[in-house]
């Protein structure tokens, strides 16, 4: 009895030992991550247009901006995609900001993603449809096929400390049009906007 005893305890002292050996060495091989993302005060104030800006610190990030505007009779437009991240990696702490004033003044179509950490997927996407007087060229199953679509995240994080995002005053201060701002921190974190606009026949820009 006392043999068996010994035994298992053994096996179970050879597991524990296994298991902080991997923990170990899987501590001294993943990536530690830090990122901090920022765009700067007046940044883009005042831009006209299409203003589409990407902006990434870290590791495995995957960002997408997409706009289709489409005028013909007979037009249609599909702007569908996707993405993935795949990665493992300790985030102790992770900022991402957008300062006083930046995109003010715009007018036009502003699409932002900015994002600190690992494996973070961002999309934003814009789609309008317009026809001649009497023809309906998209329809609302075709251009609902422009939403984004969730992601596929694969992550394996670590995190502790902090992670924040800030958006200062006057962000977007009288901008027009469409504005559409992905902003995250950390890991693993999935996020889109989507806009679609389907006037009606007959209406022009």
Do not use: C, Y
């Not at 502790?160 to 201060?173: P, W």
Request: glycine share 10%; proline share 3%; charged share 10%.
């Amino acid at each position: 009895m006392n043999a068996h005893i010994a035994i298992r305890r053994t096996g179970a002292v050879a597991a524990l030992a296994a298991l902080a050996v991997s923990a170990s060495a899987w501590a001294q091989t993943t990536p530690v991550v830090t990122g901090n993302a920022t765009i700067e005060t007046g940044a883009f104030a005042g831009s006209t247009g299409v203003v589409s800006v990407n902006e990434a610190a870290g590791l495995s990030n995957a960002q997408n901006n997409q706009a289709a505007i489409v005028l013909a009779p007979n037009g249609a437009v599909d702007t569908s995609s996707a993405q993935s991240a795949r990665t493992s990696a300790r985030v102790p702490s992770a900022t991402a900001s957008i300062e006083d004033g930046a995109f003010s003044n715009v007018s036009g179509v502003a699409m932002v993603n900015q994002t600190a950490g690992a494996a973070n997927l961002q999309r934003n996407s814009v789609v309008i449809g317009a026809a001649a007087q009497g023809v309906e060229s998209v329809s609302d199953s075709v251009l609902s096929a422009a939403s984004p679509k969730q992601g596929r995240v694969d992550v394996s994080a670590m995190s502790s400390g902090e992670r924040a995002v800030r958006i200062g005053n006057d962000v977007l201060k009288n901008a027009s049009g469409i504005a559409q701002i992905n902003q995250t921190a950390g890991a693993g974190n999935a996020t889109a906007n989507s806009f679609v606009l389907r006037p009606p026949a007959g209406t022009f820009f």
